[in-house]
């Protein structure tokens, strides 16, 4: 938690993208979660992510619903629009942004309490209406802003900071993600800004339903010993199926891999990810192959990362609406508009 | 004696759903319409009782009465189930059509009715093979007897199947010779006409004849929608089905032929607000239509679309409550809930629309209403609207209209530098320029939440700037007065103690009460409200008379109370009129109840002055 203001100084030599734009331009308001907090990094990793892309910020909208990870748009993108939301119902206020402007791109923050429980119906029909929009949930198995409440995420086991045991089942997003039909899934952790950013970078220029299962620790009511939400137990199981470079389309690809040890992925901008497998033969375009490896690795107790799965040519919500290529709320009164005549031919086709 | 009628009486059709009759019945009345005949038609079908019975009533007005009479004078018994009941319903001195080819035991029948028995299921078993032809056609036979028995233009019911199965001779060609087989076996075997009998006439001149819903749809299509979020329920699915269709046959893009509208149909009315919010936010213009179960669902988001400012249109087919209570039976009983929706201080507008015409008018409007005042707008329809058709004068349209999308700070406007603070009262009448995402760079960019901001939008949780943005919304609420359609008023020439105000389908059973009340020398001022917030007519009509009946189709006298609590007067003052069985207020009950309030009224007054 920080309450200093910001300086205004800015170096001169300070690194610029292709906009001509600073990580400055990124950022937004000061945080005011927990010094230490999980999310702050996933903010940090989507400005860091948005800024090596070289968005124009007020190109994306960002919206979320109600938690401390709900906060976090406040604290990056100044310049883009906001939406704090109601609880859980950020899905379909997203939905509702994608359909009126196609054009823009849609940033949804969640958090477990938010998209697992209250929300877990929109979170759902969200990913299987095929909406176009990068949908991170920062996971900490707790309700964060009510003070630690455990979240329908939480393993059953885990253990609250006062020592009261979940019993009940956990939901795995992934899971759930990969079942409705996400077409780019993926599972990453706050601590890992290395395995982040290449994710959010791929997860923009996906088109269709992107969802990133981030692991984000509670500092003030979850990283205790008897959490599986904690830095420190994440470290010992995290699992990466692959390490990702994001290379733009621009890029010339220059490192060598031996073959067999890397994939490429073409996305729809025509920008590639370059994967270093590290599960051997695994085929991230596979999801049935990808559910049986997360169930395995679930049960051995691992906690899978990295890009789980990824649609090879998704269309989005869009492309099933055939809505018109103008942004519908660019549409003006001769485009909507029937008109006099028109309504002349109703009326007698009424009497 | 059977009842004699020339242009005024009752018809009502009692049969199975799913019989094909619905198209039949509907021709019925489209046919005394051609005839220049008004009627006013609805659809009666519970949804409680097993077989599903449904039931169709033809008021057949010569002099224009457009609201449910009660009563009626011709049954045409087709259910074997209800029949019991139907014939119990009928009229003294009625008629009773039936098809009697099964033998119905005498003491079925009533002595008093005349009774018209025609062996429909005979014929058609003898004419036709087939069994769903026999069904069909056996309604195409009905029609054709009762043309005849009313003493009805066959010419034009044969227009009418020409015109509904156009393209399809052999249809046609089949469907004019049931009629006429229905129609000779008739003219042979019974007395005709009867008593009752339809007159060509020039009542209807170039009114349409639409259901509510429908034109409702065809309101938001004019008004610029582009987005409609639903989840269907009776009584407004029909509502996003009309939109869907309409939207296809006008929104197409001529040359991709793809579509300049988006139908999400949602899982649940939560998502279907929020979709409706995220798009109104992003500068689309949409709407959800939905009734009281799904109002009630959506409370908590309506909150935040009011405080949050966001244009947002919802037609809201009433019915009864609650989820499971009367859905197919109509009531305005959700003023209340959608006046006050959601948690703190919350005010809407809302749209009090009486028949199609004002459905599809106010339709239109709600959209640039909402946008004007970047709050949520709920055109408040009934299924007695939305579900019925009704005669109605022709929708109109002015093409030199735009569509007014309110204030909205453009780049050019934020490249000028031109402030701009989202929730700042620039102009003093409450409402704020808002920007759409993505106009410019580095301008113009806010962050949308409830009440946590100041003027600027900066997070804020201080009670100063919390308190002034509530008095803003309150200005806000001022200015929709204006904005809303204004009252209208029938005054009796002579002027009137006694008010009445009544709003949304109360509207044609009133003006024929107000009649009546006339006729009886009850003389009365009858004003119809049309919006909420109520404009200061409203205040200074209830002040102009001594007591104002308020009728409503609720338990609770809603709209009586939101007078009250809007200030518009006291409770004294206000009258309660109500009728809330599920059924349309008639002007029958209308009239009688108003005449009686009077008459006590007058009466301890007397007392008064005398005491
Ligand atoms: C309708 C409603 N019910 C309850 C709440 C209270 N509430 C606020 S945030 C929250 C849980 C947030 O948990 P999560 O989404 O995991 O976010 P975190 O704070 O952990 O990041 C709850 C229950 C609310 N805001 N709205
Ligand atoms: S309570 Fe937990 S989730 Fe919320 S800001 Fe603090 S550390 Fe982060
Ligand atoms: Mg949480």
């Not at chain 1, 059953?156 to 020592?163: Q, V």
């Not at chain 2, 014929?123 to 056609?137: G, S």
């Not at chain 2, 909420?532 to 008379?545: G, M």
Request: contains cysteine; proline residues 5%.
């Amino acid at each position: 938690m920080t309450y200093l203001p910001k300086p205004k100084f800015r170096h001169p030599a300070i690194e610029k993208n292709e906009l001509g734009l600073t990580h400055r331009d990124y950022e937004g308001a000061i945080s005011t979660l927990c010094a230490g907090c999980g999310h702050d990094s996933i903010s940090s990793a989507i400005m860091h992510a948005c800024f090596e892309l070289d968005l124009p910020p007020h190109r994306i909208a960002k919206l979320s619903g109600i938690g401390c990870s709900s906060k976090t748009p406040t604290y990056f993108l100044g310049n883009a629009h906001g939406f704090n939301s109601v609880h859980g119902r950020m899905p379909s206020v997203l939905t509702g942004a994608n359909l009126a402007n196609k054009d823009l791109i849609y940033l949804g923050v969640s958090g477990d309490g938010d998209s697992a429980s209250i929300g877990f119906g929109q979170f759902a029909h969200a990913i299987r209406r095929g909406v176009n929009m990068v949908y991170i949930v920062a996971n900490n198995g707790v309700y964060g802003l009510t003070k630690g409440q455990f979240s329908a995420t939480a393993d059953k086991g885990a253990t609250l900071k006062k020592g009261a045991a979940n019993p009940d089942d956990p939901i795995d997003l992934v899971m759930m993600a990969l079942h409705l039909g996400a077409s780019f899934v993926a599972r990453s952790f706050s601590g890992d800004k290395g395995q982040l950013v290449p994710l959010i970078k791929a997860a923009v220029e996906h088109k269709g339903p992107a969802f990133i299962d981030c692991i984000s620790p509670c500092v003030a009511f979850n990283n205790h010993d008897g959490s599986t939400k904690s830095f420190d137990y994440v470290r010992a199981h995290n699992e990466a199926v692959n390490a990702l470079d994001f290379i733009s389309e621009r890029a010339p690809i220059t490192t060598d891999y031996a073959p067999g040890e890397m994939q490429l992925v073409k996305l729809h901008d025509g920008s590639t990810i370059r994967l270093r497998k590290i599960g051997a033969d695994y085929d991230v375009h596979d999801r049935v192959a990808a559910i049986n490896y997360l169930m395995k690795h679930d049960v051995a107790g691992e906690i899978v990362t990295g890009l789980v799965y990824v649609e090879e040519d998704p269309g989005d919500m869009h492309d099933r609406l055939q809505t018109v290529d103008t942004p519908l709320n660019q549409l003006g009164d001769a485009d909507l508009i029937p008109g006099a005549a028109a309504l002349a031919k109703i009326n007698a086709s009424l009497r | 004696m059977p009842i004699e009628s020339v242009n005024d009486f009752v018809v009502r059709f009692a049969n199975v759903n799913g019989s094909g009759s619905a198209s039949a019945n509907l021709m019925f009345a489209r046919a005394v319409i051609r005839m220049g005949v008004p009627v006013a038609t609805r659809n009666i079908f519970p949804s409680n009782i097993q077989g599903l019975p449904t039931w169709f009533e033809v008021r057949v007005s010569g002099e224009g009465w457009l609201g449910a009479r009660g009563g009626t004078d011709l049954m045409v018994a087709m259910n074997p189930q209800t029949w019991d009941k139907d014939v119990a319903s009928i009229e003294h001195g009625g008629y009773l059509f039936y098809d009697c080819s099964r033998p119905i035991p005498a003491s079925k029948f009533r002595e008093d009715l005349t009774v018209i028995g025609v062996p429909l299921t005979e014929i058609c078993n003898r004419e036709y093979a087939e069994p769903r032809q026999r069904q069909l056609m056996k309604n195409i036979m009905c029609l054709g007897a009762l043309a005849a028995v009313l003493d009805m233009d066959a010419d034009i019911v044969k227009t009418l199947l020409s015109e509904q199965f156009k393209g399809k001779d052999r249809l046609i060609e089949a469907n004019h010779r049931a009629l006429a087989i229905g129609r000779d076996w008739a003219l042979a075997n019974l007395t005709c006409p009867i008593g009752l009998r339809v007159n060509k006439s020039d009542g209807v001149g170039d009114r349409i004849y639409v259901e509510g819903n429908a034109a409702a749809s065809l309101g938001a299509v004019f008004g610029g929608a582009t987005v409609c979020a639903w989840y269907p329920l009776t009584p407004s699915t029909s509502l996003a089905e009309g939109f869907t269709s309409y939207c296809k046959r006008l929104r197409g893009d001529a040359t991709t032929g793809k579509n300049k509208y988006a139908i999400v149909q949602c899982e649940d009315e939560l998502a279907s607000i929020g979709v409706v919010i995220g798009a109104g936010w992003n500068g689309s213009r949409a709407f959800t239509a939905t009734s009281g179960p799904g109002i009630s669902l959506m409370q908590e988001f309506l909150g935040l679309a009011y405080f949050a400012e966001i244009p947002a249109v919802l037609f809201n087919v009433q019915r009864g409550g609650p989820s499971t209570g009367m859905p197919t039976r109509t009531q305005q009983s959700d003023v209340l809930a959608c006046a006050y929706a959601s948690h703190g201080d919350t005010k809407h507008i809302l749209l009090f629309p009486r028949d199609p015409g004002e459905a599809f008018e106010f339709g239109a409007l709600s959209f640039d209403l909402a946008d004007r005042l970047q709050t949520p707008v709920f055109v408040m329809l009934d299924l007695e609207i939305g579900m019925n058709s009704h005669l109605t004068a022709p929708f109109k349209w002015d093409d030199s209209r735009r569509m007014d999308r309110g204030k909205v700070m453009t780049y050019a406007d934020l490249e000028s530098g031109r402030d701009f603070g989202r929730y700042l009262d620039v102009d003093g009448d409450g409402v704020p320029f808002r920007t759409y995402p993505g106009t410019h760079p580095t301008r113009g960019s806010f962050f949308t939440r409830g009440t946590t901001r100041d003027a600027y939008a900066r997070y804020t949780e201080e009670g100063g700037p919390y308190v002034e943005n509530m008095q803003r919304l309150l200005r806000k609420f001022e200015t929709a007065k204006a904005h809303v359609p204004a009252p209208l008023v029938d005054a009796a020439p002579g002027g009137a103690r006694f008010g009445v105000i009544h709003y949304g389908s109360t509207a044609a059973p009133m003006e024929e009460a107000t009649q009546i009340l006339r006729n009886q020398g009850v003389k009365l001022d009858v004003m119809r409200v049309r919006g909420f917030p109520f404009a200061k007519p409203v205040e200074d009509f209830i002040s102009a008379h001594d007591k104002v009946f308020v009728v409503e189709q609720n338990r609770d006298a809603q709209l009586r109370t939101l007078l009250m609590a809007e200030n518009c007067a006291s409770g004294d003052k206000l009258v309660p009129v109500l009728h809330y069985d599920g059924s349309p207020v008639t002007a029958r009950f209308i009239a009688r109840a108003i005449a009686e309030l009077a008459e006590s009224i007058d009466a301890r007054a007397k007392e008064g002055a005398l005491s």
